[in-house]
């Protein structure tokens, strides 16, 4: 059974930049369409980010657009959210999924209820 763990999280200044990383283990989520999810106090989940099988493919929500960058390494089995310009409201939990349900897809799925592998998440404090 595939599981995903966040790293890189953390605590920044605003306009400072973060990497983070979600490696799996227990299979290869290398076929799959992955991304990037975040849940802040008091808030519904929300998209960030999600990339197709190959990466090739890429959709940001507009609050991260221009500021973060999703990629993929499939031989590394990891994927990888760098964010850069950080804002007091990037502040989240920020999780990592996959959706199993669908191989080598061109096109991500964007919203979360498609998404069925899940990470524990990573916490990302942005402080102005």
């Known amino acids: 059974q595939v599981q995903l763990v966040e790293s890189g999280g953390g605590s920044v200044q605003a306009g400072g930049s973060l990497r983070l990383s979600c490696t799996a283990s227990g299979g290869s989520v290398s076929r799959y369409g992955v991304g990037w999810f975040r849940q802040a106090p008091g808030k519904e989940r929300e998209l960030v980010a999600v990339t197709s099988w190959s990466g090739g493919t890429t959709y940001y929500a507009d609050a991260v657009k221009g500021r973060f960058t999703i990629s993929r390494d499939n031989p590394k089995n990891t994927i990888y959210l760098q964010m850069n310009s950080l804002k007091p409201e990037d502040t989240a939990i920020y999780f990592c999924?996959?959706?199993?349900?669908?191989?080598?897809?061109?096109?991500?799925?964007?919203?979360?209820?498609?998404?069925?592998?899940w990470g524990q998440g990573t916490q990302v404090t942005v402080s102005s």
């Open positions: 999924a996959a959706d199993g349900s669908l191989e080598w897809p061109e096109q991500p799925k964007r919203y979360g209820y498609e998404y069925d592998i």
